[in-house]
């Protein structure tokens, strides 16, 4: 493997059943491919996708989506085992049948399980733990599942996934931010657990092979959720952030970007983890005004823990893309 590698950063595709795919694939491979100042791009050799490749999660959609991402696999040469794919907020399907409103009188508390239930007034909000299990259902079935071969740790919610480049030195964990999103009242942060994390972790080590006495150095590994994880309501607690560092973990990648500052794109965390996101490819299906239409291309140097970050942005007006940022620099 000749350094550095080159990984594909994409979020907020926001697909829907009528998307025209040339029209966001063909400008897409002519800024690859093209010529870039103070930069060369041989190759990308991994992709990664944080989520909102729908507008709302409709099986429909995510079939479009599937096409898409298969066509950009194939023209870039990027295999399966060398994508990462996660769900956002936008890819949660709900349905009518995931929750009751019943009056309280009418209902047996006692008879239901306490999570299942809220109980406002003279109401009980009541939800279907069956339905609920679904909500990841065709993210799973009609793009993960197709795009990987293989069945998709997310369909339940929580869960992870690891991707390990085949000259293993280096590895992407991917989290599921969105797996406690739920409607109100039932809302709840979207943290992710450390046992989570800490069995990410363990099965990153196992797939690498690694032990306490291995003389070959851990991969570099790179953390990625569709949450930004140092906002408002943080998404990796300060013990899973040391346990990541430990981890030879450099950075932790995300979309759900709103904001176009170089601030709202990349941060430091306590350990020296750097927090990186992503602009919305697509149109976005909310707050367009506040978010920035962009891709990001990584360069990355296992052997010195390098990192930087192209940050590309669209232009409508003759549908092309151009460097907005270079980060750090």
């Not at 040469?77 to 399907?93: K, S």
């Not at 809220?118 to 009541?126: E, K, L, S, T």
């Not at 990987?148 to 997310?154: A, D, G, L, Q, T």
């Not at 950075?251 to 970007?257: D, N």
Request: proline share 8%.
């Amino acid at each position: 493997m000749t350094y550095p590698y080159h990984i594909l950063h994409l979020d907020g595709l926001f697909f829907d059943e009528s998307t025209d795919l040339d029209r966001h694939l063909q400008p897409l491979l002519t800024d690859l491919k093209g010529p870039k100042p103070g930069f060369s791009l041989d190759q990308v050799d991994m992709l990664i996708v944080t989520g909102d490749v729908t507008r709302n999660g409709a099986p429909a959609q995510f079939d479009r989506a599937r096409i898409f991402v298969e066509q950009l696999m194939t023209a870039l040469g990027i295999h399966n085992d060398h994508c990462l794919f996660l769900p956002g907020t936008h890819d949660v399907h709900w349905t009518r049948d995931m929750y009751d409103i019943e009056v309280l009188e009418r209902v047996d508390i006692d008879a239901l399980e306490p999570a299942n239930i809220f109980v406002q007034d003279d109401r009980v909000f009541i939800r279907n733990p069956e339905a609920y299990r679904r909500r990841f259902q065709p993210f799973a079935e009609n793009f993960y599942q197709p795009l990987k071969n293989r069945p998709c740790p997310f369909h339940l919610g929580e869960g992870f996934d690891s991707v390990l480049h085949r000259d293993r030195t280096i590895q992407l964990l991917g989290f599921n931010s969105c797996a406690y999103l739920d409607n109100a009242p039932f809302r709840r942060p979207n943290t992710l657990q450390p046992e989570i994390i800490d069995k990410a972790l363990d099965q990153a080590i196992t797939q690498h092979g690694e032990s306490a006495n291995a003389s070959t150095p851990p991969p570099l590994r790179l953390a990625v959720c569709h949450h930004p994880p140092d906002g408002e309501e943080p998404i990796v607690l300060p013990q899973s952030v040391r346990a990541l560092r430990s981890a030879n973990t450099l950075a932790i990648f995300h979309g759900r970007v709103h904001g176009k500052t170089r601030e709202d794109f990349a941060s430091l965390l306590p350990e020296r983890i750097y927090t990186v996101g992503a602009g919305c490819f697509g149109e976005p299906a909310v707050h367009a005004e506040s978010r920035l239409r962009g891709y990001n291309l990584l360069e990355v140097k296992p052997d010195i823990e390098a990192l930087e970050i192209h940050f590309r942005e669209f232009h409508e007006e003759n549908r092309a893309w151009s460097s907005w940022d270079v980060w750090p620099d």
